[in-house]
């Protein structure tokens, strides 16, 4: 038994108190006292005691009042409580034990019975302790987890914004067999008015897979600005993709390239399905196979940059997949297959995707893919034809609106999600998504979490400091029952700026102590530097419950 373990003795009776007192010390055990339930509860806050005998007849609070009380200053963490009763009938037992009794001691004290009642029950808290322990490390874990996913899900999605300009040609469908992608779909157009599409399937799936995505997707951006064909693009990835992956992983890949009139096709495929070139109208039907090895398995010297080349006219259709497509399999472990895909392309109402994806979903019915499935349909024909002239410039109308989110609403939703949706219909908005959302998502955050939360960023200075804030903030965010945060949009046509108004029904803070943290390079106030880094103008109320947030959608 550990010489630190601590017992509190809870009665009305100084006799009674004395006598267990002796007992225990004189057996090893630390001891505090308490007269009445009362002082129990004001004696266990101070000294954190390991174990209870609770006299069950006391003034003031008995011990059927104080033991649920106990048990819910406890937490999480199993507090033995053994009440010390002369009470012999059943039901006063019962209710003991319904109340969150553990145990009972019968007066007159027997010492043998005493020591081992609290010795089996010591055991039962250290497990307790432990498992506590390791659950708050997981919860640690699993926080950090979900924050780097969070990271990393925006960097992904930062890095593919402006993907799909063309909505007038493309049609594509997108499912992961996980979180991440490991196929990758990028669009974008060149310096002549050509465009050019890239889909590539990454060894394996999810988060490792999708890693080599990134450097993939920046790299391929950058050469088509330069007007680069798509054979000289994929010998640029591929000699990045040798640096960066592993000798077991690779990337199959298609790369594409539609001249600005929609009338030749410039076709790189390396490792991928067969495509389909298909012309209805002269009830055409071609098959493009895979000429060369996947990207990232040749050295430069052994890679061959040859493409194919396309005469296309403006009725037809080039569809590319990944394999995920044609490997999803159904209940009998029967594979889609190259076959009936091919069968089923060639008739033109399943040459539009979702009646694709709803023959595969009818096939496999219900069966979960183990792969990344991808599919897109290029229509060929002038690229900017029907491209929006305007797409670059901004509203001319004034938009505003405004959301109050009540405690029910703050705890089921994420309004910030919403009001962002409604946000990027202004025209020219949509281009600035994220960095409107990260401005949002902070300068609400910091209402929820300092306004109505009350919540002291001086939490984050222990060592578990940011785990027991994010876990404080879950659990009075779960409490909270009252208040509200009032979210005013409005944009400025004349400025082009778009301004976020977040009061909440909080206390508010101190203003200048607040910005006095900028100078202070151990400091918490993340939120506020980063508005000021990121946003045009940043305001507070003299109370510190309302900040406006103003961004120029011309200069960013």
Same mark, same amino acid.
């Given at each position: 038994?550990?010489?630190?373990? +601590?017992?509190?003795?809870?009665?009305?009776?100084?006799?009674?108190?004395?006598?267990?007192?002796?007992?225990?010390?004189?057996?090893?055990?630390?001891?505090?006292?308490?007269? &009445?339930g009362?002082?129990?509860?004001?004696?266990?806050?101070?000294?954190?005691?390991?174990?209870?005998?609770?006299?069950?007849?006391?003034?003031?609070?008995?011990?059927?009042?104080?033991?649920?009380?106990?048990?819910?200053?406890?937490?999480?963490?199993?507090?033995?409580?053994?009440?010390?009763?002369?009470?012999?009938?059943?039901?006063?037992?019962?209710?003991?034990?319904?109340?969150?009794?553990?145990?009972?001691?019968?007066?007159?004290?027997?010492?043998?019975?005493?020591?081992?009642?609290?010795?089996?029950?010591?055991?039962?808290?250290?497990?307790?302790?432990?498992?506590?322990?390791?659950?708050?490390?997981?919860?640690?874990?699993?926080? +950090?987890? %979900?924050?780097?996913?969070?990271?990393?899900?925006?960097?992904?999605?930062?890095?593919?914004?402006?993907?799909?300009?063309?909505p007038?040609?493309?049609?594509?469908?997108?499912?992961?067999?996980?979180?991440?992608?490991g196929?990758?779909?990028?669009?974008?157009?060149?310096?002549?008015?050509?465009?050019?599409?890239?889909?590539?399937?990454?060894?394996?799936?999810?988060?490792?897979?999708?890693?080599g995505?990134?450097?993939?997707?920046?790299?391929?951006?950058?050469?088509?600005?330069?007007?680069?064909?798509?054979?000289?693009?994929?010998?640029?990835?591929?000699?990045?993709?040798?640096?960066?992956?592993?000798?077991?992983?690779?990337?199959?890949?298609?790369?594409?390239?539609?001249?600005?009139?929609?009338?030749?096709?410039?076709v790189?495929t390396?490792g991928?399905?067969?495509?389909?070139?298909?012309?209805?109208?002269?009830?055409?039907?071609?098959?493009?196979?895979?000429?060369?090895?996947?990207?990232?398995?040749?050295?430069?010297?052994?890679f061959?940059?040859?493409?194919?080349?396309?005469?296309?006219?403006?009725?037809e259709?080039?569809i590319?997949?990944?394999?995920?497509?044609? %490997?999803?399999?159904?209940?009998?472990? %029967?594979?889609?297959?190259?076959e009936?895909l091919?069968?089923?392309?060639?008739?033109?109402?399943?040459?539009?995707?979702?009646?694709?994806?709803?023959?595969?979903?009818?096939?496999s019915?219900?069966?979960?893919?183990?792969?990344?499935?991808?599919?897109?349909?290029?229509?060929c024909?002038?690229?900017?034809?029907?491209?929006?002239?305007?797409?670059?410039?901004?509203?001319?109308?004034a938009?505003?609106?405004?959301?109050?989110?009540?405690?029910?609403?703050i705890?089921?939703s994420?309004?910030?999600?919403?009001?962002?949706?409604?946000?990027?219909?202004?025209?020219?908005?949509?281009?600035?998504?994220?960095?409107?959302?990260?401005?949002?998502?902070?300068?609400?955050?910091?209402?929820?979490?300092?306004?109505?939360? %009350?919540?002291?960023?001086s939490?984050?200075?222990?060592?578990?400091?940011?785990l027991?804030?994010?876990?404080?903030?879950?659990?009075?965010?779960?409490?909270?029952?009252?208040?509200?945060?009032?979210?005013?949009? &409005?944009?400025?046509?004349e400025?082009?700026?778009?301004?976020?108004?977040?009061?909440?029904?909080? +206390?508010?803070?101190?203003?200048?102590? +607040?910005?006095?943290?900028?100078?202070?390079?151990?400091?918490?106030?993340?939120?506020?530097?980063l508005?000021?880094?990121?946003?045009?103008?940043?305001?507070?109320?003299?109370?510190?419950n309302?900040?406006?947030?103003?961004?120029?959608? &011309?200069?960013?």
């Amino acid at each position: 038994m550990k010489p630190t373990f +601590k017992v509190l003795i809870v009665d009305d009776l100084e006799l009674n108190r004395h006598l267990l007192q002796h007992m225990l010390k004189h057996d090893g055990f630390d001891v505090v006292l308490a007269n &009445n339930g009362l002082e129990a509860l004001d004696v266990y806050k101070k000294e954190k005691p390991d174990l209870v005998l609770l006299d069950v007849v006391m003034p003031h609070l008995d011990g059927y009042e104080t033991a649920p009380m106990l048990k819910e200053l406890a937490g999480e963490v199993y507090l033995p409580i053994i009440f010390i009763t002369a009470l012999e009938d059943q039901d006063s037992l019962t209710r003991c034990l319904d109340v969150g009794g553990d145990d009972f001691l019968s007066k007159p004290f027997e010492r043998v019975i005493l020591h081992a009642k609290i010795k089996a029950h010591a055991r039962i808290r250290d497990l307790s302790q432990k498992a506590f322990e390791q659950k708050k490390e997981l919860d640690f874990y699993r926080l +950090k987890t %979900e924050r780097e996913h969070q990271i990393v899900e925006h960097i992904f999605q930062r890095a593919f914004e402006g993907n799909y300009k063309v909505p007038h040609l493309l049609d594509f469908h997108l499912s992961p067999a996980s979180m991440f992608n490991g196929d990758i779909m990028l669009v974008e157009l060149g310096p002549t008015g050509n465009l050019y599409i890239m889909m590539g399937d990454f060894t394996g799936h999810g988060l490792a897979a999708a890693v080599g995505t990134l450097p993939v997707s920046s790299s391929f951006y950058s050469m088509v600005q330069k007007g680069l064909s798509v054979g000289d693009i994929a010998i640029q990835i591929n000699d990045i993709l040798l640096k960066l992956l592993p000798d077991d992983m690779f990337c199959a890949a298609s790369i594409i390239e539609l001249n600005n009139m929609g009338k030749s096709l410039s076709v790189w495929t390396g490792g991928t399905p067969d495509m389909y070139l298909i012309d209805n109208q002269n009830d055409q039907f071609k098959t493009i196979e895979s000429q060369h090895m996947a990207l990232g398995i040749l050295e430069s010297d052994e890679f061959d940059a040859a493409s194919m080349n396309y005469s296309v006219s403006k009725q037809e259709q080039l569809i590319v997949f990944t394999d995920g497509l044609v %490997e999803i399999m159904d209940e009998n472990g %029967e594979m889609f297959g190259y076959e009936r895909l091919t069968e089923l392309v060639k008739q033109p109402h399943y040459q539009e995707i979702p009646n694709i994806i709803d023959e595969l979903n009818y096939f496999s019915g219900g069966v979960e893919q183990d792969d990344d499935i991808s599919i897109l349909s290029l229509r060929c024909d002038e690229v900017n034809s029907n491209l929006d002239q305007n797409q670059y410039s901004y509203s001319k109308l004034a938009h505003s609106f405004s959301l109050t989110v009540d405690a029910e609403a703050i705890r089921s939703s994420d309004p910030v999600l919403e009001v962002i949706d409604m946000v990027t219909l202004i025209k020219g908005a949509k281009e600035h998504r994220s960095t409107l959302y990260l401005l949002l998502s902070e300068a609400y955050n910091n209402a929820l979490e300092h306004g109505l939360l %009350e919540l002291s960023s001086s939490i984050k200075d222990s060592d578990d400091g940011f785990l027991d804030y994010y876990m404080q903030r879950d659990s009075l965010l779960n409490e909270l029952t009252s208040g509200h945060i009032i979210i005013d949009v &409005n944009y400025v046509p004349e400025q082009t700026s778009l301004y976020f108004t977040v009061t909440d029904s909080g +206390k508010g803070f101190n203003v200048d102590a +607040k910005k006095s943290e900028l100078d202070n390079e151990d400091a918490h106030g993340r939120g506020f530097v980063l508005l000021q880094e990121i946003a045009s103008s940043v305001e507070y109320n003299d109370i510190g419950n309302q900040v406006k947030v103003g961004y120029q959608l &011309n200069e960013a």
